[in-house]
């Protein structure tokens, strides 16, 4: 096989004019490169909708225009409740949007579910999830906005029900007279919200209510017996000090083996269990493994996780607000998350949208037992039509190898990278560690670069690139070697030369991979459609999406 020595840096280009395969340094040696690429990967229209504005996404969940959370299956459809300004392409005037697929792929865009009709929601109807009562029965719970004061408001959880149980659209719903359901306590009327789906133990149904206390981040515990009176526990379900308000918490259980998805309810001895947060202060996702106790109710992480800013995170990039719920019918988890715009709010107003909900994705746990392990839904795939296959392509310093067939602003890239070498890896600074986690100061990813050429790396994928490459966005992998002979493996996504508008938002994201290089080879898939690429690294154990807005791209 082939291999890459110092300097050797290999590009998967996808070039929007011109795609090719690209190599930016090295020495004699080289990597070897097993590369499918779909084109094509999607119907070019998104709802039956053509796509008219370029940074527009086609096979990416949004709505036909403004700003961009609670899905669930019921009676052969996968309903999604999504948060949406009707008035805008900026945050406010929250309603619950609605929408149904069979597939996930193909949407139908339904009434909103939910409005402002209420004092207890006069504000908005804000994040909240979905619960399937026994008889097939769904409930929807969410935060309403009471007052606007405090900022960003006096907070409460209501719920709403379907009006017809018997309509698998599910078109109308209800709020019952009880409302709201549950009232925040006096020192954290703004900090009270995102309630869980419910689960159900020991006689009852329980669910967590995001908040914090000072600076400690915080998740209470409300429990029920006919889900209609709800009792908070003495003690939080978890909290953690100095990581601020816990926005949108997700709980569920994982099986200790296979990657079958568990009903949230399920008991056993073979479980893990998860505990995601997304952090106000990071604008980031966090989760934890750990156990749960049922006697005390109380969530404990496991020593493997770090229960923080420096922790767990489903996605390296711009990630957030995700939820995941249980498939009944293919037995699996699906966690969805949301990203927002790279433009700026000015720009946002006047292409008149704002945000996507990301590709869904399976999770389960790596048979390591400490990460999950994430992969785009396989329904997917049906929107692939001509495949693009290369293989044993060797890569030198300099190489461009341009790739014919395919269309680069909608693609799927599955590439597997091969070396024979870890002799001459650079070492690594550990002043670097906290860097693709915490974002403090300048990221690994900008010190070292897609241009900065090491002992092995950088290699990978060059997306959304104009023919000149005046604009890029590289997603490429770097190997480091620690004191004491091991081995860490980078994956960056760089959108710092995405785009020549200096008003854009282009960070750099990065995630290290846990992987044994054994059989030295790393692969990587991308799926790039428009203004996002998601990449999956070995698997699904490190992910990172990035937003960008390039203009000569498309000129």
Partial sequence: MGSLNRFAWFLASLICLSPVFNNFGGTSGGVMAFHK??????????????????????????????????????KGYYHLFYQHNPK??????????HSVSKDMVNWIHLEHAIVPSKP???????????????????????????????????QVQAYAIPANYSDPYLREWIKPDDNPFLKPTSENVSAFRDPTTAWYNNGHWKLLVGSRHKHRGVAYLYRSRDFATWIKAKHPFHSKNDTGMWECPDF???????????????????IKYVLKNSLEVTRYEYYTLGSYDLIKDRYIPDN?????????????GNFFASKSFYDPVQRRRIVWGWANESSTAKEDIAKG????????????????????????????EKLRRKKVELNNIKLKKGDIIEVEGVTASQVDVDVTFTFSSLENVELYDEKWSEFPQNDLGRSICEVKGATVHGGLGPFGLMTLASKKLEEYTPVFFRVFKTDDNKHKVLLCSDATPSSLNPNEYKPSFGGFVDVDLTEKKLSLRSLIDHSVVESFAEGGKTIITSRVSNTSCFS
């Fill in 37 to 74: 690429i779909y084109p094509k990967y999607q119907t070019q229209t998104h709802n039956h909708v053509k796509v008219k504005q370029i940074h527009r996404t086609g096979y990416h969940f949004q709505p036909k225009k403004n700003w961009i959370n609670a899905p669930m299956y019921y």
């Fill in 88 to 97: 805008g392409a900026v945050w406010g005037n929250i309603v619950w949007a």
């Fill in 120 to 154: 207890y929601d006069k504000y908005g109807c804000w994040s909240g999830s979905a619960t399937i009562l026994p008889g097939d029965k769904p409930v929807i719970m969410y935060t309403g906005i009471v007052d606007p004061k405090p900022k960003p408001g006096y």
């Fill in 252 to 270: 569920f259980p994982v099986a200790r083996e296979g990657i079958e998805g568990l009903d949230t309810s399920t008991l056993g001895n073979d």
């Fill in 304 to 316: 493997t996780s770090e229960d923080g800013w420096g922790g767990l995170r489903y996605d390296y």
């Fill in 353 to 380: 949208w704002s945000g996507i909900q990301l590709i869904p994705r399976t999770i389960w746990l790596d048979p390591n037992g400490n990460r999950l392990l994430q992969w785009p839904i396989s329904e997917l």
